[in-house]
Every structure is written in structure tokens, then in C-alpha cells.
């Protein structure tokens, strides 16, 4: 492995699990720092806002900026201030999805004959009120789009039910597929991310833990790719895909330690 000037760097399960660091993962990021390449940090969570996720990096002992963190409901926003600015949507969401949302200059609303979208998101309050007016909202004629494809998310206390729960049940009972998901393995995640570390895909890793998220969005995208074993996928489990990633290691440590 070669150092790379860029890195698209997964957070959940690569470079921190819960409150806890994974092995090495300050010390390859301050190394490659310090060789001269550049991090971006991609999450799929939408449940807390990106100065939230810099917060937990500079407190974790790795020094970030805001601008340094992606994530799904961020690039969900932009697209969509983007191609429908001041749309009214229905989220399946947390607040913190909620509020960048409305930052980002788009309507929430509940009255599902308003509704421009319905968003899904990884929702720990989803119940079936949610799920109908979602159902009306769609029988009227509204998009349907997603924050992120991942069916679990991993936490300290094990994995949770993530997005994909919520997706399922909007297209089993409305029979209509989600149209565009924000997240990984989105090509708007990655695009989001090279124009931040400002270069080309070749010059880029991606680096992950999810095989049918991290690793499929760099192989589609152009750049290398790195599965690290730390999080949800395990080699075995990596062995049934039919794409494989350029480099396969134990944690985020290898990136040093196979470059050296």
C-alpha cells in the first residue's frame, strides 16, 4: 500500500466504536497527517449534526474542523436545497436530521396532501403514525429518498436496526421504491467528500468497514479502497462479494503499517 494525498475515512466501526477509539487510529491519522495527506471523515448516521461528530474527534484526540466531517443528512440537505429548494417534506427522522434540514432552507410538514418528500432516516422514534402518513404522502404523488442504505448501525451496546428497517416499510406498504439515497454507497456522498479534499478519485482512499457501503461507493466512485475488519464485516462475510476492496486489514493501523 501506497500513502495516499486523500482519505475518505469511515467514523462508526473504523475509527471509533461508541466513546472508544479503535487501535491506532490517532496515531495513523496524526502519521499520514504529517506525511501530507488530508482526512475527510463520511458517516451515515444522520442522528447528530457534523459539529457534533468534529466535537467527538477533537475529544477523542483528533483535531478536526467542522468542514472536515460529511454525513448523510448533510449531503441529503445540500442535494436537495440544491435541485428543490424550499421543498416540503415528511421525515422519518431525529431532530438533528430535522434541523439541518431546515437550515439548509426546506419545510417540515406533517399534512401528508403538502408533502413534496418523504425522507427516511435512521429513527429511533419511528412508530406507525409515522409509517401512514408516509403511505398517504406518497399515495399523493411525493418522492420518496433516504439518508442511507445500512441495515444495522454498530454501537458500544451491539448493532441497532438501522435505515434500511425504515425503508422496507415504506416500500412494503406503498409498493414504491426509494428513488435516491444521500448516503454511502451514493455517488453524491463520495463527490461531496473529493471536492472537499480537493483531489482526483485516483488519488483517494476509501476507508471502511462496510464492504456493500464504504467499499462499493470507492469502487464506483474510482478511488482505491481499504476494508478494515474492526467494525461489521468480517472476512468470511467479505469472501461472498463478488467486488472485493484493493486492501483488506485488521484496523485502521494497517494503513501505516502495510505502507511502511
Known amino acids: 500500500m501506497r500513502r495516499y494525498p486523500g482519505y475518505l475515512c469511515d467514523l462508526d466501526g473504523t475509527v471509533y466504536l461508541g466513546e472508544r477509539l479503535l487501535p491506532g487510529a490517532r496515531e495513523t491519522i496524526q502519521t499520514l497527517r504529517e506525511r501530507g495527506s488530508r482526512f475527510i471523515f463520511v458517516s451515515n448516521k444522520p442522528l447528530q449534526p457534523r459539529s457534533d461528530y468534529a466535537a467527538k ?155 456493500e457501503t464504504d467499499v462499493r461507493m470507492g469502487l464506483d466512485a474510482g478511488t482505491a479502497t481499504a476494508l478494515v475488519l474492526s467494525g461489521v464485516t468480517s472476512r468470511d462475510r467479505a469472501a461472498e462479494f463478488a467486488y472485493q476492496p484493493d486492501y483488506i486489514l485488521e484496523t485502521i493501523a494497517g494503513l501505516v503499517e502495510s505502507a511502511d
Open 57 to 211: 474527534l477533537n475529544r477523542l484526540g483528533i483535531p478536526v474542523e467542522v468542514d472536515d466531517v460529511i454525513n448523510s443528512s448533510y449531503v441529503l440537505a445540500q442535494q436537495l436545497a440544491h435541485t428543490a429548494p424550499g421543498a416540503r417534506l415528511f421525515v422519518l427522522g431525529e431532530p438533528p436530521l430535522l434541523e439541518e434540514l431546515r437550515q439548509a432552507g426546506l419545510q417540515i410538514v406533517r399534512d401528508p396532501q403538502q408533502v413534496d418528500y418523504v425522507v427516511a432516516a435512521f429513527d429511533r422514534t419511528f412508530d406507525y403514525a409515522k409509517l401512514y402518513t408516509a403511505f398517504l404522502a406518497i399515495r399523493a404523488g411525493a418522492h420518496f429518498i433516504a439518508t442511507n442504505p445500512d441495515r444495522t448501525c454498530p454501537m458500544a451496546e451491539g448493532e441497532f436496526p438501522d435505515c434500511a428497517s425504515v425503508i422496507g416499510a415504506i416500500e412494503g406498504c406503498t409498493g414504491k421504491q426509494v428513488e435516491w439515497i444521500a448516503g454511502k454507497p451514493s455517488p453524491m456522498m463520495v463527490q461531496a467528500g473529493l471536492r472537499r479534499l480537493g483531489v482526483p478519485a485516483r488519488e483517494c482512499l476509501v476507508v471502511g468497514d462496510r464492504i
